[in-house]
Protein backbone atom coordinates (compact mmCIF):
# COMPACT_ATOMS: atom_id res chain seq x y z
CA UNK A 1 0.00 0.00 0.00
CA UNK A 2 0.99 3.36 -0.55
CA UNK A 3 1.07 6.26 2.00
CA UNK A 4 -2.49 7.37 1.13
CA UNK A 5 -3.89 3.83 1.04
CA UNK A 6 -3.60 3.70 -2.71
CA UNK A 7 -2.07 -0.15 -4.19
CA UNK A 8 1.37 -0.97 -5.46
CA UNK A 9 -0.27 -3.92 -7.13
CA UNK A 10 0.41 -2.01 -10.61
CA UNK A 11 3.54 -0.09 -9.76
CA UNK A 12 6.59 -1.28 -11.62
CA UNK A 13 9.05 2.02 -10.23
CA UNK A 14 10.75 3.09 -7.63
CA UNK A 15 8.46 2.48 -4.76
CA UNK A 16 8.55 -0.98 -5.06
CA UNK A 17 11.75 -0.98 -3.20
CA UNK A 18 10.15 -0.07 -0.19
CA UNK A 19 9.13 -4.14 0.18
CA UNK A 20 13.22 -4.30 1.67
CA UNK A 21 11.84 -2.31 4.63
CA UNK A 22 9.15 -3.62 5.13
CA UNK A 23 10.74 -7.19 5.01
CA UNK A 24 13.36 -5.99 7.03
CA UNK A 25 10.93 -4.79 10.07
CA UNK A 26 9.16 -8.80 9.88
CA UNK A 27 12.87 -10.31 10.12
CA UNK A 28 13.52 -7.98 12.46
CA UNK A 29 10.74 -9.43 14.62
CA UNK A 30 11.02 -13.18 14.25
CA UNK A 31 14.50 -12.52 15.24
CA UNK A 32 13.35 -11.36 18.28
CA UNK A 33 10.54 -13.56 18.80
CA UNK A 34 12.30 -16.57 20.47
CA UNK A 35 11.28 -20.24 19.22
CA UNK A 36 8.39 -18.95 17.91
CA UNK A 37 10.44 -16.67 15.64
CA UNK A 38 12.83 -19.00 14.85
CA UNK A 39 10.38 -21.36 13.68
CA UNK A 40 8.61 -19.24 10.83
CA UNK A 41 12.03 -18.20 9.45
CA UNK A 42 11.93 -20.54 6.92
CA UNK A 43 7.95 -19.78 5.72
CA UNK A 44 9.31 -16.14 6.04
CA UNK A 45 12.38 -16.94 3.61
CA UNK A 46 9.36 -18.96 1.27
CA UNK A 47 7.13 -15.66 1.26
CA UNK A 48 9.69 -13.19 0.79
CA UNK A 49 11.10 -14.93 -2.40
CA UNK A 50 7.87 -15.05 -3.87
CA UNK A 51 7.14 -11.52 -3.51
CA UNK A 52 10.86 -10.57 -4.75
CA UNK A 53 10.01 -12.87 -7.73
CA UNK A 54 6.90 -11.32 -8.03
CA UNK A 55 8.12 -7.23 -7.89
CA UNK A 56 11.08 -8.54 -9.92
CA UNK A 57 8.57 -9.53 -12.94
CA UNK A 58 6.87 -6.38 -13.10
CA UNK A 59 9.33 -3.90 -12.21
CA UNK A 60 10.92 -1.48 -15.04
CA UNK A 61 13.44 -2.98 -16.64
CA UNK A 62 15.52 0.17 -15.99
CA UNK A 63 15.49 -0.60 -11.99
CA UNK A 64 15.73 -4.71 -12.40
CA UNK A 65 19.82 -4.79 -11.56
CA UNK A 66 19.52 -2.48 -9.17
CA UNK A 67 16.46 -4.18 -7.40
CA UNK A 68 18.23 -8.08 -7.93
CA UNK A 69 21.29 -6.39 -6.27
CA UNK A 70 19.42 -5.21 -3.10
CA UNK A 71 17.53 -8.85 -3.03
CA UNK A 72 20.20 -10.46 -3.19
CA UNK A 73 22.29 -7.97 -0.02
CA UNK A 74 18.46 -9.10 1.91
CA UNK A 75 18.93 -12.47 1.19
CA UNK A 76 22.41 -12.31 2.39
CA UNK A 77 21.44 -10.65 5.76
CA UNK A 78 18.63 -13.37 6.24
CA UNK A 79 20.86 -16.47 6.19
CA UNK A 80 23.73 -15.95 8.65
CA UNK A 81 26.88 -18.66 8.46
CA UNK A 82 25.87 -22.28 9.56
CA UNK A 83 22.12 -21.55 8.66
CA UNK A 84 22.25 -22.51 4.76
CA UNK A 85 22.13 -26.14 6.09
CA UNK A 86 19.25 -25.88 8.39
CA UNK A 87 17.45 -24.25 4.82
CA UNK A 88 18.24 -26.78 2.70
CA UNK A 89 17.21 -29.52 5.32
CA UNK A 90 13.86 -28.27 5.49
CA UNK A 91 13.31 -26.67 2.23
CA UNK A 92 15.36 -27.88 -0.80
CA UNK A 93 13.76 -26.43 -2.76
CA UNK A 94 13.86 -22.41 -1.52
CA UNK A 95 17.84 -23.67 -0.89
CA UNK A 96 18.13 -24.10 -4.59
CA UNK A 97 16.11 -20.80 -4.86
CA UNK A 98 18.42 -18.98 -2.41
CA UNK A 99 21.19 -20.31 -4.16
CA UNK A 100 19.80 -19.67 -8.11
CA UNK A 101 19.45 -15.84 -6.84
CA UNK A 102 22.69 -15.66 -5.42
CA UNK A 103 24.50 -16.88 -8.28
CA UNK A 104 22.96 -14.45 -10.35
CA UNK A 105 25.54 -11.98 -9.68
CA UNK A 106 28.27 -14.52 -9.56
CA UNK A 107 31.06 -13.59 -12.27
Given at each position: ?12 G ?37 L ?10 G ?45
Open positions: MTADGGRLTNLGRERFTVFEVLERIETRLRTGGAAGARLHLPFLRLAGDLDWIGGILDPLRDEFDARARAFLRAQIPPGTFARIAAGDPGLALRINLRLAEAAP
